[in-house]
């Protein structure tokens, strides 16, 4: 019996990688649990397992109990609880080897669907990934197999729950580990991450040596190594972006690919006015406002993007009220509507310190155009003139539609897909044409009218020619004129 209790801790040993210590100390804690439940609580009780021959012997106090002693109900308290002890001693083993595995990735199979989350099997233990932390998009049956971010391990009595994600920021970070080896040197530090899951990241990185172009290194040779991490993501965009420590370039790179005209900055607010070419305004904004949106959240500032000629009209329609105060020169109401304010709220609410160190006037003298706007308004001989916005397009107002500029970055994939839509309308109008007693065109290319372009996928398909049942409906009609 000794020799099969020493082969029972060593297969647990290598099965659970349960350290034998604690399995001996758990033998020893059950047996002496289940001999005081017989001799009584207020027994001393003390058992010891050799570790060497495997002999098992119980003292009380200091008198050697004889295992016949106990029965057999004693016995299988205490195989129970060598049971359970055994389960705890597992159960703390795969949590701290969890623990030690937390925001890396992992892989697993899926296993199956409860309530709504997915139950991956990672080995020794299950992982749960609910709705939000899977991308959408994400299709996975049963036996698929899956990679997601550790983002917790939680105890749950003597199971372990293993949380995972792939909707974490941290997720993306990790992909690109696995893909560029420069950010595992330390070569290439990500500064910045902003994620909205399924559809667009931006992450701003920066080099550590100067001979190291950081962006090119994550975009890998011909995009291959940007490609695997888009494609784990189910083609999520990824845009790369040059970190920089100065707030108005970093902001500047943050929205790319959308071209900036000016920024006017407000330090203190942490608030930047960005002023776009009308061109740019809708990639600037993104589709349904995610450019705009992640690239405030990456850069930690408040963006508020207007167009050059909004940002003119507002101009204009201060000048013409300050104008109408007399308090207030020509030549610093011109400073004044020149240099970012939106509004005379936003002029009177910004103080007359601010002013005074943008248009370069004394504090005293500020603070005493503003009270005499403010009083003016007041009485109603001056009057806030509304600036005239001219109106934007359709892509530029309803951010829920996508804009041409942001379709037109799609895909080389969509175009190829407009090419051939267009090359098959004019191939069913070639067939119903010769349908119809006409010459057919040797090639999809001859159906297009000389000096034509087959159109992109952007822009408009040419009209379809009648249809195959139309032409029928309409031979017996030619018969019965015949």
Known sequence: MNGDLLRIVEVLHREKDIDKEVIFQGIEAAVASATKKHYGRDAEIRVVVDRETGALTAYEED?????????????????????????????NVIYD?????????????????????????????????????????DSYRPGDRIRALVT????????????????????????FELEVPEIVENLVVVRAIARNPGYRTKIAIESMDPRIDCVGACV????????????????????????????????VNALKPAEISSLEMDEEARVARVIVASDQLSLAIGKRGQNVRLASKLSGWQLDIISEEERQAVAEALLATLRQAPEIPDETANLIASSGYMSVKDLLTRGAETLAATVG????????????LRRHLDDGSVKAVQPVVPDRKKGEIDVEAPPEEEQAEDSAADEVGGVETAVEENLEAAEDAETAGEEKPETAEDAVPSGEEIPAADEAAPAPGPRRKDLQSAEPQENDTK
């Open 97 to 137: 080897d969890f623990e030690d595995r937390k925001n890396t990735i992992i892989t697993g199979q899926v296993q199956r669907y409860e309530g709504g989350n997915m139950i991956a099997n990672l080995g020794r233990v299950e992982g749960v990934l609910s709705r939000r932390d899977l991308i959408p998009g």
């Open 361 to 372: 006037i004394e504090q005293k003298q500020a603070d005493g155009m503003l009270q005499a």
């Open 220 to 251: 890998g040779v011909r995009g291959s190594r940007i490609r695997n991490v888009v494609s784990e993501l189910n083609g999520e965009k990824v845009d790369i972006i040059q970190w920089d420590d100065q707030p108005a370039n970093l902001i």
């Open 152 to 175: 917790d391990v939680r105890k749950d009595g003597s199971k372990v729950r293993i949380i995972l994600s792939r909707t974490d920021p941290e997720f993306i970070i990790k992909l």
């Open 63 to 91: 008198r050697l109990i004889d295992p016949e002693e106990l029965g057999r109900i004693a016995a299988q308290s205490a195989k129970q609880m060598m049971i359970q002890k055994i389960r705890e001693a597992e159960s």
